[in-house]
């Protein structure tokens, strides 16, 4: 770090005294002093961050959300949503913009900026905080609870999108930041599942996905190959994202701060509906509430609600990247949802029918998100349809069949296995979903102190450290970049 990143940390001088504001003891402004601290160190220790944008941005919206909640105004609100979107514009959509107006009128193009990290999570999280402000839905809070709930080091640069309803009334209560052992126990034990997911499984899959998705790029595939680059980037990208998701519920667990969950076994879906309800939870949650609801939601006609849906769902897919391959990716589950909705609407016996055969509609969506994550890993378009071809065995009779990996088919099946039969990680590791009247087949696996929990969770600690230390594998940090 250098002297601009402690700048960082000079502008959150003022967090400590609005602290004692809202403590009853000098140890919890302590507290809040080193989260905070902690917070920008970790965040300005990575290269692509920008600590003194972060900064300027929690003050900004801090003083005028406390504006807008006492003197509500949409001209206000318009201005703040309008400065968020434009810092992301400027360094997430910038370059692909003008790289894009270039190829048609034949300019020059501009220098690559660097993305700040989490640029796009914290952006959402405060226009949410903008939004719920005008409506005067957000509770008390200081500079210090609002400061924390943005920049806390679990959630800043990988999610979940934490909305103020989720973190900033804990952290505005006497007994915020409580520590207890059940907690910290808790915290430990999903950190390491979560560690796991990541290092262990996540990136044994990226050693098969990324060189088959650059052979794609380079040429065609085989039909075997194309199966076992899509396979295994459907798993990957889950145990990545899930993975460093419940790192850091676990990491909040143990400072006392109860995180959302961002996942609820999105591979045992049974329509792409139902997988949306399940999959990033937070970014689903978003978008429903502060662009789809806004938009008119289902509310404006059959016609209009299709609009609604395909556009949320167009600007979600381009939330994640500036590429056209986000924007078709999104584009695409836009396209299936309507179909989906139509169908329902229309022929509703049928849909019933079909609901009733719930392998059939398991392995349908599965289909489609495993077509679909295709396009959201694929360098362009291109390579993306190149892979479907093969996939279809189809137009790619000049590749060679392909070599059969079998270590990844093992993995596939057991990871399959493991979505689809097993409980998830927040049911195996705080008995989550209300489940103390009807305890459901697994409880007794349930998390809880003892030697078998210890000795398992030690287990995968060691191979997550092997696996690093070893360089096994090369760590991809997948949502890192949006």
């Not at 601009?4 to 403590?23: C, E, K, Q, S």
């Not at 949409?74 to 434009?86: E, F, I, P, S």
């Not at 789809?292 to 381009?318: A, D, E």
């Not at 039969?421 to 927040?426: D, G, I």
């Amino acid at each position: 770090m250098n002297f601009y990143d402690y700048g960082f940390m000079f502008l959150f001088l003022p967090a400590v005294i609005a602290g004692a504001r809202l403590t009853r003891s000098l140890g919890q402004v302590f507290q809040f002093l080193f989260l905070i601290g902690a917070s920008a160190i970790f965040y300005a220790s990575w290269n692509t961050a920008s600590p003194l944008l972060l900064a300027g941005s929690i003050i900004f919206n801090y003083l005028l959300g406390r504006t807008l909640q006492r003197q509500p105004s949409k001209a206000a609100l318009g201005l703040g949503v309008g400065v968020n979107l434009a810092l992301l514009f400027y360094y997430k959509y910038f370059n692909f913009f003008v790289d894009n107006l270039g190829s048609i009128l034949d300019l020059p193009s501009f220098a690559q900026m660097a993305l700040p990290l989490g640029i796009s999570f914290f952006t959402f999280q405060q226009i949410a905080y903008l939004v719920d402000s005008n409506r005067r839905e957000v509770g008390p809070h200081t500079f210090a609870s609002y400061s924390l709930f943005i920049s806390l080091f679990p959630h800043l640069i990988a999610g979940p999108i934490v909305l103020h309803s989720d973190v900033l009334k804990q952290l505005h209560r006497s007994d915020a930041l409580k520590i207890d052992k059940q907690g910290l126990a808790l915290g430990i034990a999903m950190f390491i599942v979560g560690l796991g997911k990541k290092i262990v499984v996540a990136d044994a899959f990226a050693g098969y996905a990324t060189p088959l998705f650059a052979q794609a790029a380079a040429g065609p595939l085989g039909f075997v190959e194309s199966w076992q680059a899509a396979l295994a980037y459907t798993f990957q990208i889950y145990y990545d994202f899930s993975g460093y998701s419940d790192m850091a519920v676990g990491l909040g667990l143990c400072l006392g701060v109860r995180l959302p969950f961002n996942f609820d076994s999105p591979y045992k879906s049974r329509s792409l509906v139902e997988f949306w309800r399940r999959w990033h939870i937070s970014l689903s949650r978003f978008l429903r509430y502060y662009l789809y609801i806004p938009l008119g939601g289902n509310k404006t006609g059959r016609y209009r609600t299709l609009l609604n849906i395909f556009i949320v769902m167009v600007l979600g897919g381009l939330w994640h990247g500036a590429s056209w391959t986000f924007v078709a990716w999104g584009a695409l589950h836009g396209a299936v949802l309507l179909v989906n909705k139509t169908w329902r609407s229309l022929w509703p016996g049928g849909a019933a029918r079909l609901s009733a055969t719930p392998a059939l509609c398991w392995l349908s969506t599965f289909a489609v998100v495993v077509f679909a994550w295709v396009l959201f890993r694929a360098p362009d378009i291109a390579t993306a349809w190149r892979i479907w071809q093969a996939m279809a065995g189809a137009g790619v009779a000049a590749a060679p069949g392909g070599s059969v990996a079998w270590p990844l088919w093992a993995m596939v099946i057991a990871a399959t296995a493991a979505c689809t039969v097993l409980p998830n990680s927040q049911q195996l590791v705080l008995l989550e979903q209300g489940t103390a009247a009807a305890l459901p087949w697994w409880h007794k696996l349930a998390w809880r102190p003892g030697i078998p929990w210890g000795v398992g969770l030690g287990c995968v600690l060691a191979a997550a450290v092997i696996w690093t230390w070893q360089a096994i594998s090369v760590p991809e940090f997948i949502y890192f970049n949006f």
